[in-house]
C-alpha cells in the first residue's frame, strides 16, 4: 500500500509565505505525475500545479508566479512552495500522485490526507 502524508499548512498573514511538503511511502516502483489540489469550503476541489517525472511543471492561473512546484525523486516528495499569499489562497492542500508499484503495473492514483492553508490578517 502507498501512504501520501502532507505536512506544512498553517496560519499566515496575507503576503506571507509557506511550504507544503508531501512524501509518498509504501512499496512504490516509480512515481509519474505528481500534483497539488485545494478546496476551499464551498468550492469544488481545484488543480493548482503539476510536476512530471521529467520536472515539467504547470500551474494554475490564479497561482502561476507565486507558487513553486518542486519535487526529490530519491525521497519520493513533491513540495510547493507558495508566496504572496492572499486570503483567497486559503483551502484545504491534497497531494496526489499516480503511482506504478511494479515494472509494468497500472498507474494508480493516490490521495494525501489534507493540509488546511489560512491566510488571514
Known amino acids: 500500500q502507498v501512504q501520501l502524508v502532507e505536512s506544512g499548512g498553517g496560519l499566515v498573514q496575507p503576503g506571507g509565505s509557506l511550504r507544503l511538503s508531501c512524501a509518498a511511502s509504501g512499496s512504490i516502483f516509480s512515481i509519474n505525475v505528481m500534483r497539488w489540489y485545494r478546496q476551499a469550503p464551498g468550492k469544488q476541489r481545484e488543480l493548482v500545479a503539476t510536476?512530471?517525472?521529467?520536472?515539467?511543471?504547470d500551474y494554475a492561473d490564479s497561482v502561476k508566479g507565486r507558487f513553486t512546484i518542486s519535487r526529490d525523486n530519491a525521497k519520493n516528495t513533491v513540495y510547493l512552495q507558495m508566496n504572496s499569499l492572499k486570503p483567497e489562497d486559503t483551502a484545504v492542500y491534497y497531494c496526489?500522485?499516480?503511482?506504478?508499484?511494479?515494472?509494468?503495473?497500472?498507474?494508480?492514483?493516490?490521495w494525501g490526507q489534507g493540509t488546511q492553508v489560512t491566510v488571514s490578517s
Open positions: 496526489n500522485a499516480i503511482v506504478r508499484l511494479w515494472v509494468g503495473s497500472p498507474p494508480r492514483n493516490y
Open positions: 510536476i512530471t517525472s521529467g520536472n515539467s511543471t
